[in-house]
C-alpha cells in the first residue's frame, strides 16, 4: 500500500509517502528530518493525538474551562475523551494546569485545564 500523509510535527507540513503492508514499512520518502520519519512511523503503527476541548464550568466567571490531554494519546480515544468532556462539569475556581480527569482512559495520561477561572463573585 502506498499512502501520503501530511506531517504535523512542524509549521512546514511536509507530504511524506510511506509505502507499507502489514508487517513493515518498506519506504518513506518526502520527509525532511528524523521527527517527519518517526512521526509517519507512528501513524501508520499507532497513531497518537493530543485532545483539546473544553468542559463545562460551575459557578465560574468563565461558563467553560479550556483542557488537553497532558501527552498525546491514541487518536482512537479521542472521541471517547470527547464525549466524557461533553458530559462534565467542574467546579470553579479551576487552575491552570489542574487535573480535572487522571489517568484518562486508562491511557497514562491527565486531562488538564488550560484556563484559569475564578469562582464567581456574587
Ligand atoms: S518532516 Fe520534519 S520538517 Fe517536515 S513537517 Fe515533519 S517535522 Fe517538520
Redo the contacts with the bound molecule.
Keep these: 500500500m502506498k499512502k501520503e500523509f501530511i506531517?504535523i510535527?512542524?509549521p512546514?507540513?511536509?507530504r511524506?509517502t510511506a509505502e507499507y503492508n502489514e508487517q513493515q514499512i518498506k519506504h518513506i520518502e518526502g520527509?525532511?528530518?528524523k521527527?517527519?520519519e518517526e512521526?509517519i512511523k507512528n501513524e501508520i503503527k499507532n497513531p497518537l493525538r493530543t485532545f483539546v476541548g473544553s468542559v463545562k464550568c460551575r459557578n465560574g466567571d468563565y461558563q467553560l474551562v479550556s483542557v488537553k490531554t497532558n501527552k498525546p494519546i491514541p487518536k482512537k480515544y479521542i472521541k471517547q475523551v470527547a464525549q466524557k468532556t461533553h458530559e462534565l462539569v467542574v467546579e470553579a475556581p479551576v487552575e491552570i494546569g489542574q487535573v480535572i480527569i487522571s489517568d484518562v482512559l486508562g491511557q497514562h495520561a491527565d486531562l488538564v485545564a488550560t484556563r484559569k477561572v475564578r469562582k464567581k463573585v456574587l
Excluded: E, P
Design positions: 506531517c510535527v512542524c512546514n507540513s511536509c511524506i520527509a525532511q528530518c521527527k517527519g512521526f
